[in-house]
């Protein structure tokens, strides 16, 4: 028994309209997953908002670019092609004969008799939700990403007729505003990126190779005031990471190793505490996780490490310069 009913009209209110063609855009697309990664590919689940929709999909692996542009380009091929979408309700023995149980990707569906939604010529599901009268009332599909959410299953995330050409605008939008910061032509904005990359990856080096610059120029600052007698000597720097401290910490060792080194510096918007002991400032009791500990105690922060070497951030600077200073004293007094 097949009963035909007369296609349902799009409704006219917006918000009903713009379900209607995500609903339809997602019996499209999911035929155009499965006949780009195989018949394995099962609808895993579904999600519709006003503005997007999402469609969960059963697969092994995550999709390379080709593949998701294959996919998407397939979807609209369907939708400009305005094929028909026809729906009519059958017995559901006689269609899982006829269609087999593909129908039920979205669910097996209760009752007796079975809505099938057709698109002539791509796809058949059974469905119960309202639908257009041809596939070019869509008016455009568009994948905003693929992720994969569990083992085995990608989510497709889209949006379908005004949000995909919204979306579009918005991002042609972006593009717009890029170029100007870019200073070049629209067409120009990806060239003008990847020149602007290069530079930025160039004078990064720069920078390197300046901040090995000021660390050798700290070295003989460091001596001297060792040959003065001083076992913990402290350095304000700024700009310098952990790893640049390190080096600096590293270089000294091998021409003092006899001393505890304390090192602060400004970065962004926090102070890096660093402290490095040599061996025989360890063999006279300095130890740099303690040392650490005492001073981000003082200046409200936090630190760990071990004897050797130990790093952190404190959140008061005067009171980190106040506890180094009465760490030194403490130090000089036990001489």
């Not at 170029?179 to 120009?188: G, N, R």
């Not at 390197?208 to 600052?221: Q, T, Y």
């Not at 003092?256 to 970065?267: C, N, R």
Request: hydrophobic content about 40%; glycine content about 6%; some cysteine.
């Amino acid at each position: 028994l097949m009963i035909r009913r007369p296609p349902r009209s799009t409704p006219s209110n917006s918000s009903a309209a713009s379900d209607v063609y995500k609903r339809q855009a997602t019996h499209v697309l999911l035929e155009a997953i499965r006949r780009v990664l195989g018949s394995h590919a099962w609808q895993a689940g579904a999600q519709k908002w006003p503005d997007r929709a999402h469609i969960d999909v059963t697969h092994y692996k995550q999709l390379s670019d080709d593949q998701i542009k294959l996919i998407e380009g397939m979807a609209n091929e369907i939708v400009f092609k305005n094929l028909p979408v026809k729906a009519c309700f059958i017995e559901r023995e006689k269609a899982e004969r006829a269609y087999g149980l593909e129908i039920y990707q979205g669910g097996v569906v209760p009752g007796r008799m079975v809505r099938i939604v057709e698109i002539e010529g791509w796809n058949t599901q059974a469905c119960g939700g309202t639908h257009v009268n041809s596939t070019g009332e869509i008016g455009l599909i568009k994948i905003i990403k693929v992720d994969r959410i569990q083992d085995g299953v990608l989510r497709f995330e889209f949006k379908a007729g005004k949000a995909a050409l919204d979306y579009t605008r918005e991002l042609e939008e972006r593009l717009r505003s890029t170029a100007q910061v870019l200073e070049c032509p629209l067409e120009q904005t990806p060239s003008a990126a990847s020149k602007l990359k290069l530079e930025i990856k160039q004078l990064r080096k720069e920078v390197e190779k300046l901040k090995d610059k000021v660390v050798e120029a700290i070295i003989p600052v460091i001596l001297e005031r060792r040959s003065k007698g001083e076992r913990l000597i402290d350095v304000e720097l700024s700009e310098i990471d952990y790893d640049g401290m390190i080096k600096l910490a590293e270089k000294t060792a091998k021409e003092a190793d006899d001393i505890a080194l304390v090192m602060l510096s400004k970065l962004e918007d926090r102070t890096l505490l660093l402290v490095a002991c040599g061996a025989k400032a360890l063999s006279m009791g300095l130890e740099a996780n303690r040392i650490a500990s005492e001073i981000v105690q003082a200046a409200s922060g936090k630190a760990g490490g071990k004897k050797e070497l130990a790093q952190g951030i404190v959140r008061d600077l005067d009171k980190a310069r106040n506890k180094i200073q009465e760490l030194k004293e403490k130090l000089s007094s036990s001489r």
